[in-house]
Each structure stands twice: as C-alpha cells, then as structure tokens.
C-alpha cells in the first residue's frame, strides 16, 4: 500500500497548514483513513481519523477545535487541515491507513495492538 504525503513545512504559531495524502482504491478496504504524528524523542501518536465509509471523524484531545480530517473519494485524497498551530505541533506527520473497525479508538490504533499502513511521512516545524 502506498500512501503519499504532501504540505509540511514551515508554521507559525497561531497559523494554519494543510497536509494532503494521495491514497490509492485499495484503501477503501481499510476501516479508515487517519493522521499520526512523532515528534523527535517520543512515540508515534494518533491525532485524527475519518472512517472510509461513513465519513464520521475522530479527534484526539489535543487538536479537537483545531484540525479538521477530511476525504475527497472523487481525487482519492485524505486532507488534514491544522489551524492554530502551536510548537507542540512540530512532528513528522504520517498518513495512516487502518484497519479498526471502532473508529472511536482509532487515534489509540497503537495502544491497541493495530499497526496502520504508513505513507512516509511530512515534516510540519511550527516556530515563530
């Protein structure tokens, strides 16, 4: 499966990026497509899934208000919207495929023994 990220860089605190990912058809036998996160020095972290069929969402707590996942099946495209954007933010951010068929855990997939299908990842650096 390959996934391919597009949009890091660069942000200002209290700015916005978004982050693109191409997948391909395949992915609509994944339960959901999601975004993960590592920063240096810490363990990959979910932070938003939507699920492939409904379109439902989920958020960790950290970026709830602030990012927005969303799908585009016509372009196969994931899209992560990052609005006020603070330095906690900084991290190489992955575009996930995953197989979890309750979409409430999704952003725990790791916690729970489920290893997504990983693009390679985009470096998003908030600094002023």
């Known amino acids: 499966l390959q996934l391919e990220e597009t949009g890091g860089g660069k942000g200002q605190p209290g700015g916005a990026l978004r982050l693109s990912c191409a997948v391909p058809l395949i992915t609509l036998e994944y339960d959901a497509m999601g975004w993960f996160r590592q920063a240096p020095g810490r363990e990959r972290e979910g932070r938003s899934c939507v699920d492939t069929r409904s379109a439902s969402t989920q958020y960790a707590d950290s970026v709830k208000g602030r990012f927005t996942i969303s799908k585009d099946d016509a372009k196969n495209m994931v899209y992560l919207q990052m609005n006020s954007l603070n330095a906690d933010d900084t991290a190489v951010y992955f575009c996930?495929?995953?197989?979890?068929?309750?979409?409430?855990?999704?952003?725990?997939?790791?916690?729970?023994?489920?290893?997504?299908?990983w693009g390679h990842g985009t470096l998003v650096a908030v600094s002023s």
């Open positions: 996930a495929a995953v197989l979890i068929p309750n979409l409430a855990i999704c952003t725990a997939a790791l916690r729970h023994g489920v290893y997504p299908s």
